[in-house]
């Protein structure tokens, strides 16, 4: 079985809706990312967390199959994030980032991670992502994420990521931000010259498109939702759904690629119905069957090539 490696962030996250609010739950791009890959593929998570770190967190990574030998205990605080969703959920404000224990945080890997075949570069200092790209020993596949507090003050180092990985995904915002360009279309063939073969831009509340530098265009709805509780995590829930599965399948070639999207998609739908992993971590594959197949009758999408095994 291919493994997934993933950096990025453990995080307590606070959070606000129109509706509700929770605090200090747990949270963060890898987390996310790892509940949900692992439901295909085994995850090595490299993250940083502080001594306030739940030992029951750690046991529940561990229940779900993760691997944390990369996970680094540390005297701090574990980062820290606040943010406020407006009435359009797609809209969201950052309140607060403490980075605490990610300030010291030197990412290095253990020995047994180097060969991992299948990278995710979740959201994350991108120096950090570069500090693990050089570590790694001929990966087959390299996936990045980031956000906007990147795009505006580290844009050179994010940019010699870009030129490294072989897929990104951003938000549609994100893409505007770093492209200048309102147009998604434009926007996706500037980001292309930077460097990825393909790149998706995840539309939020309206589904994923993908651009490759073959001129291919895949673009799928989101599933649609009448309760969406919050939306944190939903981006790293599709990365790790999409990538958990081409790593199961060890190939990406298109239709593997189109596949993983609609995994990812509704993976990251169930990940809004609830506050944190609420509903991530009880994800099984009846579920997700159940829900694959609605959305397949409701998109009219290739149904008899994507199935639950
Ligand atoms: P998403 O909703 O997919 O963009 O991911 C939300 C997650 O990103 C939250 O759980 C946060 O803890 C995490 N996050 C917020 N700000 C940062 C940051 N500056 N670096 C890394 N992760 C962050």
């Known amino acids: 079985m291919n493994s997934i490696l993933v950096i990025g962030t453990v995080a307590f996250d606070s959070i606000k809706t129109r509706l509700a609010e929770a605090n200090d739950v747990l949270g963060g791009s890898a987390t996310f990312f790892a509940m949900a890959a692992r439901l295909f593929s085994p995850v090595r998570l490299v993250a940083i967390v502080g001594k306030d770190f739940p030992h029951n967190y750690l046991k529940m990574f561990e229940d779900h199959g993760i691997d944390l030998k990369g996970l680094v205990r540390s005297e701090g605080l574990t980062f820290r994030w606040k943010g406020e969703y407006e009435e359009n959920m797609n809209v969201r404000h950052t309140l607060e980032t403490h980075l605490n224990v990610l300030e010291d945080f030197a990412a290095d890997l253990p020995d047994s991670y180097r060969n991992t075949p299948y990278v995710f570069l979740a959201n994350i200092n991108p120096d950090l992502q570069l500090k693990v790209l ?93 309760n969406v509780v919050d939306p944190t995590g939903a981006g790293d829930s ?65 149904p008899a090539s994507v199935h639950v095994e």
């Open 134 to 226: 050089d570590q790694l020993e001929k990966p087959k596949l390299i996936c990045c994420d980031t956000m906007n507090l990147w795009i505006i003050h580290q844009r050179p180092d994010l940019e010699k990521v870009l030129q490294r990985v072989d897929m990104f995904i951003v938000s549609e915002e994100e893409a505007e931000m770093l492209t200048k360009e309102s147009n998604i279309v434009k926007a996706a063939r500037e980001i292309l010259k930077m460097g990825p073969f393909s790149l998706i831009i995840k539309r939020g509340g309206y589904g994923a498109i993908l651009f490759t530098q073959q001129k291919e265009v895949f673009a799928i709805p989101a599933y649609p939702l009448e």
């Open 238 to 302: 599709f990365a790790g759904g999409f990538l958990g599965y081409l790593a199961s399948r060890d190939s990406f070639d298109l239709e593997t690629v189109q596949r993983a999207m609609i995994y990812g998609n509704i993976i990251a739908s169930f990940a809004v119905e609830g506050f944190s992993i609420e509903k991530l971590s009880t994800i099984t594959r009846d579920i997700l069957r159940n829900r694959l197949s609605d959305f397949l009758i409701m998109t009219h999408l290739a």
